[in-house]
């Protein structure tokens, strides 16, 4: 096990995410926020409360999407979905999508084919903590990345949060 990001860079990297989306969506008046279930609410919940301490809490519209069955893998394996809550429309809207990981492109794919019941966004980029950038199958990259780190098909990246696993970090295993 290699640590990737200690508590203390974890928080770091947060914090610059935050304000890059920020840097990019000065008024964030046709921006909004979306975190993907289960893994990337963690991570959007940390960058939204950033983001309220900057432009305060009226400024943000923030939503959560679970994309369990718009995966192409759903039915190869049992999958528990997770609430969606997105009570505003994305419709013109430019929507930053937020996940932990983005390894193969799969789940951001199904994502986007999620988005589009709620609306047709102007825009939408993509912001994720740990990009595994070699391990690609579809042609997705993000806008914003906390760290980019090389892989080979069997190390696994484990994102550890205090509310599911009592530490904060990232860990290669």
Known sequence: MKTILSEQQL????????HQILENNLQLSNTVIIGLQPRGVFLSNRIVAELKKIVGEAAIHYGKL?????????????????ATDI?????NKHVVLI?????TGRTIRAALDALLDFGRPSKVSLCVLIDRRFNRELPIQPDYTGKTIDTIVSEKVKVCWKERDEREEVVLL
């Open 66 to 82: 679970d994309i369990t069955f718009y995966r192409d893998d759903v039915r190869k394996s049992l999958h528990i979905a997770n």
């Open 87 to 91: 009570p505003f429309s994305i419709e």
């Open 99 to 103: 996940d932990d990981v983005l390894y």
């Open 11 to 18: 928080a770091l990297t947060v914090k610059r995410l935050a």
